[in-house]
């Protein structure tokens, strides 16, 4: 099992441009999300997706959508980049719910974006 | 908002040592869980700790949960130079749907 894979490991864009950070799992999980971890800040919850189809936003929303393409895939689009998107993205995923608790959350290896 | 706040932000010891980093939070929460993260890595899950448990342990590690605090404590015995990387608690509130809160994390760096 490759776990959780994300795509590209690095991206420079210009102010404006559009992305989209690919993300996916073969673990079979239910859940998945998008964070950005930014130097002292800890890790913020941009989506998460509770099962495919459904999508929700999370702390920090703002400038960015996704799509839980099926189960196995979850995409995060930069629609006009900006500078303070500039940040490392790490997608993940949980296992399936059981007695109303989530389990733990598998990391993908991260995505290093510069906008400039 | 952040939910965990970790202490210290960094702590350096020596190999053999023992290293103790502490997590507050704010909310009631269904279970606490710890991450390791080595340098331009993903996260590692560590340890789950759930509300109505007090410690747990698996290897090195040892995780306590005090609820009428709101804090937890992670240990890590007998350091090794592979245990530098950060720390970070996540929290799992009531009526948050799962969605995990995570702290700002401790570096820790063990010379050998």
């Known amino acids: 099992n490759a776990g959780v894979t994300q795509t590209p490991k690095f991206q420079v864009l210009k102010t404006g441009q559009s992305m989209t950070l690919q993300c996916a799992q073969d673990?079979?999980?239910?859940?998945m999300y998008w964070y950005r971890q930014d130097p002292g800040m800890g890790l913020r919850l941009i989506y998460y997706s509770a099962s495919e189809g459904t999508t929700d936003k999370g702390e920090v929303p703002n400038g960015y959508n996704v799509s839980r393409l099926n189960k196995r895939e979850f995409s995060l689009r930069l629609e006009s980049a900006a500078p303070s998107q500039t940040s490392v993205y790490f997608c993940?995923?949980?296992?399936?719910?059981?007695?109303?608790?989530?389990?733990?959350?598998?990391f993908g290896p991260g995505t290093r974006l510069t906008v400039t | 908002s952040q939910q965990g706040e970790e202490d210290p932000q960094a702590l350096s010891i020596q190999e053999g040592e023992n290293a103790t980093m502490n997590c507050s939070y704010k909310?009631?929460?269904?279970?606490l869980q710890w991450y390791r993260q080595n340098s331009g890595r993903g996260l590692v899950h560590l340890i789950l700790i759930r509300s109505n448990e007090r410690e747990k342990h698996s290897g090195r590690l040892r995780v306590t949960l005090d609820t009428s605090k709101k804090s937890s404590s992670l240990l890590i015995t007998a350091s090794r130079a592979a245990d530098t990387a950060s720390y970070f608690c996540?929290?799992?509130?009531?009526?948050?749907?799962?969605?995990?809160?995570f702290g700002q994390g401790t570096e820790l760096s063990v010379k050998p």
């Open positions: 996540a929290t799992d509130p009531y009526n948050q749907g799962g969605k995990l809160i």
């Open positions: 673990m079979n999980h239910n859940s």
């Open positions: 909310t009631s929460i269904n279970n």
């Open positions: 993940a995923s949980s296992p399936p719910l059981a007695t109303s608790r989530y389990y733990e959350q598998y």
